[in-house]
């Protein structure tokens, strides 16, 4: 499958992995938004959060998992941080396998663009 997320997981594309367990990878984004902008996905492919269902949901419970593992050990949990998917054209996902930002290390304006 031509997914450039899935050739980052599998490492054919290199990325700097900020955690990995058997079931999520995390690593930086190579356009940083953010002080610290770090991108998490299911090691299998979902293409967006339109896809989730029963049968594939409990891997978006290790991503925010994985999250609040980061964020501690990056040391951005106290000062806190915001977790964003953007889904489909209208939400602004340019990637076509479901991923989380990670945003945090500095104040994050709301409402988004
Ligand atoms: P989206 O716009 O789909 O929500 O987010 C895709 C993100 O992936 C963007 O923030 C973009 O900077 C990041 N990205 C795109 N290509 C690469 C890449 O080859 N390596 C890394 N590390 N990040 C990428
Ligand atoms: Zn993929």
């Known amino acids: 499958m031509d997914c450039l997320f899935c050739k980052i997981i599998a490492g054919e594309i290199p990325s700097t992995k900020v955690f ?3 079931s999520v990878y995390a690593f930086r984004d190579i356009e940083p938004q ?13 293409k967006s959060a339109n896809e989730i269902t029963a049968e594939n949901s409990a891997v978006i419970a290790k991503i925010y998992e994985a999250a609040a593992k980061i964020a501690k050990e990056i040391g951005f949990a106290e ?4 977790i964003v998917n ?3 054209v209208d939400g602004g996902q ?4 479901i991923h989380f930002h990670l945003l945090a290390g500095r104040n994050l ?4 663009g």
């Open 20 to 22: 990995e367990d058997e």
């Open 34 to 46: 953010a002080p610290e902008h770090i991108i998490i996905v299911p090691k299998n492919h979902i």
């Open 79 to 82: 000062n806190g941080y915001r």
């Open 86 to 88: 953007n889904c489909g």
């Open 94 to 97: 340019t990637v076509g396998h």
């Open 109 to 112: 304006q709301w409402p988004p």
